[in-house]
């Protein structure tokens, strides 16, 4: 696929489809809402998106995006 580095939107994917994991949903919904938990998984996305984006060459996050690419992709191009 040729993927060298993750991305603010990969992250919060990851974040958000971690927490669907542990729920008791069984699927994503087209209104973004776990049927059962309740949980806005559309809004989750928006906000860990946004909040990435904004820290996103802070060097505390800086070496977790090095960390992640490096283990993950095999990539030091962060």
Request: proline residues 5%.
């Amino acid at each position: 696929w040729g993927i060298t580095s993750c991305t603010p939107g990969l992250l919060a994917w990851g974040w958000v489809a971690l927490i669907f994991i542990l729920s008791p949903n069984t699927s994503f919904t087209k209104d973004g809402v776990g049927v059962k938990s309740c949980l806005p998984y559309a809004a989750m996305f928006t906000a860990y998106k946004q909040l990435w984006v904004t820290l996103w060459e802070e060097p505390r996050i800086l070496l977790i995006r090095q960390q992640i690419d490096c283990h993950v992709w095999q990539s030091t191009s962060s």
